[in-house]
């Protein structure tokens, strides 16, 4: 029977491993979890030194990880596409996992919820897209549907397509929603804009826009919450 290592016998790139097994996966830290995921390190640093140093390129904040792309995790001495590809892939799947989460809680009770809800779908995106909630009387959602995607600072939304898919799916009411890649959540003139034409437009057809929210990573703006809805 082959003799358990001691921690400190153990390789150092195996030791969160280890770790893991003797106290628990939460015992690790975001460094050593990372390292896992990509094995050993080069030869001048260990795996978890390694992902250290990319940890604090971002102020140690995973949300910022999530944004790396396959080659900019790349231009990390150590770092080539197969683990650079486990980092992203690993970050794709915590995004999934909270949107999962969520699907679940699916009756709009506030602006919080929406941006609970599309927050996972538009946190990492470098152009803005804009979306709609379509709502039935209960205010659970019916459906959630991309209705255009742009620029870095603006996005073009017909106003006919988020009416279209309000009557084709029977929605009672529908939350517009759309995301600020500056990071900037408070609204455009542009923004102010949209929201009278889509409310105006939804009048007429009897379907009420219950909000308009412009979600940002970590903050968000809600008409509604404003006293502008």
């Not at 699916?106 to 809800?117: C, E, G, K, P, R």
Request: glycine residues 6%.
């Amino acid at each position: 029977m082959k003799e358990k290592l001691n921690i400190n016998q153990w390789a150092e790139e195996d030791r969160p491993r280890e770790k893991m097994l003797d106290k628990g996966i939460n015992a690790l830290t975001n460094a050593e979890l990372l390292a896992i995921l990509i094995g050993s390190g080069n030869t001048e640093e260990t795996a978890v030194e390694l992902m250290r140093r990319v940890l604090a390129s971002c102020h140690n904040n995973l949300n910022e990880l999530g944004k790396y792309s396959v080659d900019s995790l790349c231009s990390f001495k150590g770092i080539g596409p197969a683990k650079a590809i486990s980092i992203v892939a690993a970050s794709e799947l915590g995004k999934r996992r909270k949107l999962s989460e969520l699907i679940e809680r699916d009756q709009i009770t506030s602006s919080t919820d929406v941006y609970n809800l599309l927050h996972p779908l538009m946190c990492d995106l470098p152009t803005e897209e804009c979306w709609v909630l379509l709502l039935n009387q209960s205010n659970k959602v019916i459906d959630k549907i991309k209705i255009s995607s742009g620029g870095i600072s603006e996005t073009s939304v017909d106003v006919r397509c988020v009416l279209r898919e309000a009557l084709i799916k029977r929605a009672v009411s529908i939350i517009l929603c759309h995301n600020h890649p500056s990071g900037n959540a408070h609204p455009s003139m542009e923004d102010d804009k949209l929201t009278t034409r889509i409310q105006q437009g939804a009048h007429f057809m009897n379907i009420t826009l219950a909000d308009h929210v412009i979600i940002c990573d970590g903050r968000y703006y809600s008409y509604v919450d404003e006293g502008r809805i």
